[in-house]
C-alpha cells in the first residue's frame, strides 16, 4: 500500500501530492545547479566553503533517498536503472561518491563538474516526463527525412567550396578545398566568422547564395519536427482516454493499466465526458 502510494507521488503528477513533489524536487534541483556555480568562483568557493559543501551534502543525500526509492518503487525495477530517466538520477548523485576516492585536484574539478548533468533531472520530473518522450519520438521519426536533407546541404556545401577554391584561389585565404569547404560551412549556417573573405565578383555571388540557403536550413528540418510533433499529438489525445471497467464501473487512467484492481475485469478504453 505504501509502495503504491509512494509510486503515484513520484512517478505522477495527477494528484496535489505529485505536483507538490515535482515543484520541491524542481527547488532542490535549482539549489544544486546554483552551488555547483558558485563553487566555480574561486573568491566565493573559498569564503563560504563550509555553506556550500553543506548544500552538497545535503542535495545529494535527498538525490539519493529519491533514487533509492525510485527503484524500490517501481515495477520493473531493472528496467527503471537502466532507463534514460534511471541514469540520469544514478549521474545526478555519483559525481558526490566519486569525488570522495579521488583526491588529484584536477580529477576532483572534473568530477564536480558533472554535477551540473543533474539539470537533466527536470527531465524525470513527471510533469515534463510525458512531453519530453514526445519530442523524443518526434525526433526519431523526423530521423530519416532530416538526413536526406542534410546529405543534399552536405553535397551543396562540398561543391560549392570546391568551386570557391578554384575561383578565389590561395591569394583570398582559400588554400584547400577542406578550408573552402569550412568556409561554406561557416556561410550557410551564418556564422560569418570573417577569417575566409571572397574577394571576386563570382565569389561574393556563391557567398550570397550560401546566405540565402542557410535561412531555409533553419526552416526544414523545423517543419519536418513540427509535423511529427502534430502526429504524436493526434497519438496522444486517442491513447489519454480512460480505461473503464465493464463490470464495476471504475475508472482507471493509467493507460499501461489492462485490467480492474478492484474486480480483475479486463478495462476498456473508454470516453467519458
Known amino acids: 500500500m505504501i509502495r503504491k502510494k509512494l509510486y503515484d507521488i513520484i512517478f505522477k503528477a495527477d494528484t496535489a501530492?505529485?505536483?507538490?513533489?515535482?515543484?520541491?524536487?524542481?527547488?532542490?534541483?535549482?539549489?544544486?545547479?546554483?552551488?555547483?556555480?558558485?563553487?566555480?568562483?574561486?573568491?566565493?568557493?573559498?569564503?563560504?566553503y563550509n555553506i556550500l559543501r553543506l548544500i552538497e551534502v545535503?542535495?545529494?543525500?535527498?538525490?539519493s533517498i529519491e533514487y533509492v526509492i525510485r527503484i524500490w518503487v517501481a515495477p520493473d525495477r531493472k528496467k527503471y536503472i537502466f532507463s534514460f530517466f534511471g541514469l540520469i538520477d544514478l549521474m545526478?548523485?555519483?559525481?558526490?561518491?566519486?569525488g570522495l576516492f579521488f583526491s588529484s585536484p584536477s580529477a576532483l574539478?572534473?568530477?564536480?563538474?558533472?554535477?551540473?548533468?543533474?539539470?537533466?533531472?527536470?527531465?524525470?520530473?513527471?510533469?515534463?516526463?510525458?512531453?519530453?518522450?514526445?519530442?523524443?519520438r518526434s525526433l526519431k521519426a523526423s530521423?530519416?527525412?532530416?538526413?536526406?536533407?542534410?546529405?543534399?546541404?552536405?553535397?551543396?556545401?562540398?561543391?560549392?567550396?570546391?568551386?570557391?577554391?578554384?575561383?578565389?584561389?590561395?591569394?583570398?585565404?582559400?588554400?584547400?578545398?577542406?578550408?573552402?569547404?569550412?568556409?561554406a560551412i561557416v556561410t550557410i549556417t551564418t556564422v560569418g566568422?570573417?577569417?575566409?573573405?571572397?574577394?571576386?565578383?563570382?565569389?561574393?555571388?556563391?557567398?550570397?547564395?550560401?546566405?540565402?540557403?542557410?535561412?531555409?536550413?533553419?526552416?526544414?528540418?523545423?517543419?519536418?519536427?513540427?509535423?511529427?510533433m502534430t502526429k504524436q499529438k493526434a497519438k496522444g489525445q486517442e491513447k489519454s482516454l480512460p480505461k473503464v471497467c465493464q463490470r464495476c464501473g471504475s475508472v482507471e487512467y493509467d493507460n499501461q493499466a489492462n485490467f480492474c484492481k478492484?474486480?480483475?475485469?479486463?478495462l476498456v478504453q473508454k470516453n467519458i465526458s
Do not use: H
Not at 19 to 45: C, N, P, R, Y
Open 17 to 48: 501530492a505529485g505536483k507538490a513533489f515535482d515543484i520541491a524536487l524542481l527547488l532542490v534541483i535549482v539549489i544544486s545547479i546554483g552551488t555547483v556555480m558558485i563553487e566555480s568562483v574561486q573568491e566565493l568557493s573559498s569564503k563560504y
Open 58 to 63: 545535503s542535495v545529494t543525500a535527498l538525490f
Open 92 to 98: 545526478a548523485i555519483l559525481p558526490f561518491y566519486l
Open 109 to 136: 574539478l572534473i568530477i564536480r563538474t558533472f554535477r551540473l548533468l543533474r539539470v537533466f533531472k527536470v527531465l524525470s520530473l513527471s510533469r515534463y516526463q510525458n512531453e519530453g518522450l514526445k519530442i523524443i
Open 143 to 183: 530521423i530519416p527525412r532530416i538526413l536526406t536533407f542534410l546529405y543534399a546541404i552536405v553535397i551543396i556545401i562540398i561543391i560549392l567550396g570546391t568551386i570557391m577554391y578554384l575561383i578565389e584561389g590561395q591569394e583570398s585565404g582559400f588554400n584547400s578545398i577542406p578550408k573552402s569547404i569550412y568556409w
Open 193 to 228: 566568422y570573417g577569417d575566409i573573405v571572397p574577394q571576386t565578383t563570382a565569389g561574393k555571388f556563391i557567398a550570397s547564395l550560401l546566405m540565402i540557403i542557410g535561412y531555409s536550413i533553419i526552416a526544414v528540418p523545423t517543419g519536418i519536427i513540427t509535423v511529427e
Open 262 to 266: 478492484y474486480c480483475g475485469e479486463k
